[in-house]
């Protein structure tokens, strides 16, 4: 059992950036490929983005495309998501997942989540 806990959220003003990040609290997640999704009050949970084991291969929703960036330190047991050029409708509260083989899959179940971490950004 992976758990999951995420940090890094608040409040920016729209341009602003923050980083999100997400490490486990028990086993280490180094050896699954993992990824970011957001759910907006009122709205259904949407994939953003998602990492491979290795870090090699990633993949994003067209609307954070330029602007998020996914990495991964296994060293660190650590994966992040750098938010640059924020707009007001990526305010959401923010989810890390991790999910069995080597490439994130955004359709493929995520066994272990974690708890969330809000974003919200003022315009």
């Known amino acids: 059992q992976v758990q999951l806990v995420e940090s890094g959220g608040g409040l920016v003003q729209a341009g602003g950036s923050l980083r999100l990040s997400c490490a486990p609290s028990?086993?280490?997640?180094?050896?699954?490929?993992m990824g970011w999704f957001r759910q907006a009050p009122g709205k259904e949970r949407e994939f953003v983005a998602g990492?491979?084991?290795?870090?090699?291969?990633?993949d994003y929703v067209d609307s954070v495309k330029g602007r998020f960036t996914i990495s991964r330190d296994n060293s660190k047991d650590t994966m992040y998501l750098q938010m640059n050029s924020l707009k007001p409708e990526d305010t959401a509260n923010y989810y890390c997942?991790?999910?069995?083989?080597?490439?994130?899959?955004?359709?493929?179940?995520?066994?272990?989540w974690g708890q969330g971490t809000q974003v919200t950004v003022s315009s």
């Open positions: 997942a991790a999910q069995y083989g080597t490439r994130f899959i955004p359709n493929s179940p995520s066994p272990y």
């Open positions: 028990t086993r280490t997640s180094r050896y699954y490929p």
């Open positions: 990492i491979s084991v290795s870090g090699s291969f990633t």
